[in-house]
């Protein structure tokens, strides 16, 4: 990339840091220091704010960076990703949105608690909360390191370690100093900035094909070099058997996960009702369907125009779609139009991942000190040291993602994301909707279900093609490959609710009707919920 490409993007990037780090520090300055405030920003938002907010925090590096990089790669295939991110937000509507706001207070393992008060059980919940929210971060730093590494002209990997290191710093500086009222506010800023800059790019591509969409795949698919099989399904996910098995497995997991991602369910507390939570949902959803079209048109798009070959040239896994198409759509690299098009791109891509990190760690941060330490305190627990903690987790919280994003760096963050909801379906939904619908439900059960999904979910990632035996894997140079599938969720989903039935079967102890009458009652009508 050219000295122009550089200077103009990192001017940007340098404003659109200032701007967030100007609504923490405002933030910061008006909080109360309560937990209330520090955890759902006091449920002052309305469903509007709190719906684009939502938006933001779903639509992620994976969405503006690894979709549409997918899609120009395997085409048909690709889109299968939209499907399954589209269809998980009626899941979210019709089984968790209302019933989650009116059960819980904060986190995940809140509505667990309210039907047992057994510390293993809200322990289970917030160690799950806590792997899926680390899973997810992983994603963000691949799709910051690989933004910047275009960006600087892949100018080694030490460039792009220190920009992984810097968007863990930004994002822990937000977490501490502004809560969840100055993620949210980060998260509709970016929001409106991502949707802005996807509605442009849309317009641009049916400009050049006059607005021809015919045109558009059918000249996607001759640049792919596979022809009418670019439109068809089985490109990636076609063939024998193992790959029609990890089709259904990535899709169970993305239709399933997103009612299970901590940082969503969070999402529902920042609202004053559960009526509130219902309507900010329904915003989501236009928003986010809205945009998720355009990443199909982005991603053929990117296949016709900026061609395979260049898009695997500048990163293997299709991450730098995007913003090569912004440079060609606006006259090339050695054209003002190219250089600002691509600068702006770069940087709602970077303001993306700056904002989806900050809730994603706010959320993990949470359940560290709200389920975990607060249990393991045993009792009375502050809720000043309470929040305190919190924000020294965020720290620790930070330095493992950062570690774990530096070793994927070469993954595609979209396949990365479809893990963390493998793992999120796997462990979090099975221990949700057991403990809203099941009157029989025991303490027992619910740490089988936790962890009865989970284990299994991270063990045959570790055993999968994903870890070692393939050139793309982790560790490419060992092998100890068992698990034949990339992702496990056609094995680890079952698993999870299988596990918490039999915990519960099994259990000596009498299942609690009055917590089951309460919580039913407090979920359905909202009496009681705080």
């Known amino acids: 990339m050219t000295g122009n490409h550089q200077t ?122 806590v792997t899926v929210s680390v899973l997810y971060l992983v994603a963000q730093m691949v799709g910051a390191g690989s933004l910047v590494a275009l960006l600087l002209g892949r100018c080694g990997s030490g460039a792009q370690a220190w920009t992984v290191v810097g968007v863990g710093a930004l994002m822990v500086i937000y977490v501490s100093l502004g809560g969840m009222r100055a993620t949210t506010w980060i998260q509709i800023v970016k929001a409106v900035l991502m949707l802005g800059g996807t509605v442009v790019l849309t317009v641009l591509v049916l400009v050049r094909f006059h607005g021809d969409i015919d045109r558009l795949l059918l000249t996607a698919a001759e640049r792919s070099g596979h022809g009418d099989a670019f439109l068809v399904p089985g490109l990636r996910y076609g063939g024998d058997l193992t790959a029609r098995l990890d089709f259904i497995s990535l899709g169970l997991a993305l239709v399933l996960g997103t009612a299970g991602l901590p940082h969503i369910l969070s999402r529902f507390y920042t609202v004053p009702t559960a009526r509130a939570a219902r309507r900010s949902v329904i915003w989501s959803i236009g928003l986010i369907g809205g945009f998720y079209l355009m990443a199909i048109v982005l991603g053929f798009g990117a296949a016709a125009i900026v061609g395979p070959d260049a898009l695997r040239g500048s990163n293997a896994a299709g991450n730098t779609a995007v913003p090569l198409l912004a440079l060609d759509l606006g006259g090339g690299a050695d054209s003002t139009a190219g250089t600002v098009l691509f600068a702006v791109v770069a940087a709602v891509a970077f303001a993306t991942i700056l904002a989806v990190v900050a809730g994603i760690t706010l959320a993990s941060s949470a359940s560290v000190a709200h389920d975990l330490y607060a249990s393991l305190r045993r009792r009375g627990a502050r809720q000043r040291s309470e929040v305190a903690v919190a924000r020294v987790a965020a720290v620790g919280i930070g330095v493992v993602a950062i570690a774990l994003g530096l070793l994927a760096r070469n993954l595609n963050v979209a396949f990365l994301v479809g893990l963390a909801f493998a793992v999120a379906a796997s462990a979090n939904l099975p221990v949700l909707l057991y403990s809203l619908f099941w009157r029989g439900f025991t303490p027992r059960g619910a740490v089988w279900a936790v962890y009865g999904g989970l284990v299994p979910a991270l063990g045959l990632v570790v055993l999968s093609p994903v870890v070692s035996g393939s050139p793309d894997a982790l560790f490419p140079g060992v092998d100890f490959q068992f698990f034949p599938l990339e992702n496990p969720g056609i094995v680890s989903v079952p698993l999870g609710f299988l596990a918490g039935w039999l915990g519960t079967v099994t259990s000596t102890e009498v299942p609690d009707e009055a917590k089951h009458a309460e919580t039913e009652v407090r979920s359905l009508t909202g009496a009681g919920a705080v």
């Open 8 to 129: 103009l993007a990192l001017v940007l990037f340098s404003v659109f840091v200032a701007v967030t780090l100007g609504i923490t520090t405002w933030v910061s300055r008006n909080r109360r220091g309560s937990a209330e405030e520090f955890y759902a920003g006091g449920r002052l938002f309305s469903p509007m704010e709190n719906g684009f907010a939502v938006a933001g925090d779903y639509a992620s590096a994976a969405s503006f960076l690894g979709v549409p990089g997918l899609i120009a790669l395997f085409g048909y295939d690709g889109v299968l990703y939209v499907v399954g991110f589209l269809v998980a937000w009626l899941v979210v509507l019709f089984l968790v949105a209302e019933l989650v706001r009116n059960c819980g207070r904060f986190t995940l393992a809140d509505v667990v608690a309210a039907r047992t008060s057994e510390r293993s059980a809200r322990i289970a919940a917030g160690t799950s909360s």
